[in-house]
T-cell receptor, first 112, second 113 residues
Framework: KNEVEQSPQNLTAQEGEFITINCSYS?????LHWLQQHPGGGIVSLFM???GKKKHGRLIATINIQEKHSSLHITASHPRDSAVYIC??????????????FGTGTRLQVTL | DAGVTQSPTHLIKTRGQQVTLRCSPK?????VSWYQQALGQGPQFIFQ???????QRGNFPDRFSGHQFPNYSSELNVNALLLGDSALYLC????????????FGSGTRLTVV
């Protein structure tokens, strides 16, 4: 079992829909990242969370440390949101380094 | 303010050859981490460099080695290339050996034939 699991693996939505992507992890963490990867490779960091909730534009990220679960929500989805969304965690056991462990990603396709 | 720059963007090599990939961190960042992303998979941690030393290493063989220069830029070297080394290699920079402000480059796509 992977340390970081995401669901769903693939998601197709119509423009305007509310989207939720889930991330569960099995290790103690000091931080969790939500990342966006467009075709061709480039990765953009959307959020870094250690507790609670963060909002940026139409994106909302929440984390429940006790339940070891995080969600990324996209409100009023748009075709330009089509990308792979990746959850990555920083384990508390990484010592002084900051290695991230990644989920396999959720491929989102938003259609008109 | 330049972000993370990786070169080359694409590379084709033959089995058994050696390859060097390069990364320049975001301005103000001093820590560089390297990841390998196979097709359809999430990135896997290779190693991290801070203060010109390898701080931590993932589960990769010794064929994978690296270096960090005094200007914080970094190289990833892979010797005796295998077909399975074909992947997108991502560099990420941050500060102080931590992951605050983690910034990724666009990656180098390596194809081994």
């Amino acid at each position: 079992k992977n340390e970081v699991e995401q669901s769903p693996q693939n998601l197709t939505a119509q423009e305007g829909e509310f989207i939720t992507i889930n991330c569960s992890y099995s290790v103690g963490i000091s931080a969790l990242h939500w990342l966006q990867q467009h075709p061709g490779g480039g990765i953009v960091s959307l959020f870094m969370l250690s507790s609670g909730k963060k909002k940026h534009g139409r994106l909302i990220a929440t984390i429940n440390i006790q339940e070891k679960h995080s969600s990324l929500h996209i409100t009023a989805s748009h075709p330009r949101d089509s990308a792979v969304y990746i959850c990555a965690v920083r384990s508390v056991n990484t010592g002084t380094a900051s290695k991230l462990t990644f989920g396999t990603g959720t491929r989102l396709q938003v259609t008109l | 303010d330049a972000g993370v720059t990786q070169s080359p963007t694409h590379l084709i090599k033959t089995r058994g050859q050696q390859v060097t990939l390069r990364c320049s961190p975001k301005s103000g960042h001093d820590t560089v981490s390297w990841y390998q992303q196979a097709l359809g998979q999430g990135p896997q941690f290779i190693f991290q460099y801070y203060e010109e030393e390898e701080r931590q290493r993932g589960n990769f063989p010794d064929r994978f080695s690296g270096h960090q220069f005094p200007n914080y830029s970094s190289e990833l070297n892979v010797n005796a290339l295998l077909l399975g080394d074909s992947a997108l290699y991502l560099c990420a920079s941050s500060t102080g050996g931590k992951d605050y402000g983690y910034t990724f480059g666009s990656g180098t796509r390596l194809t081994v034939v």
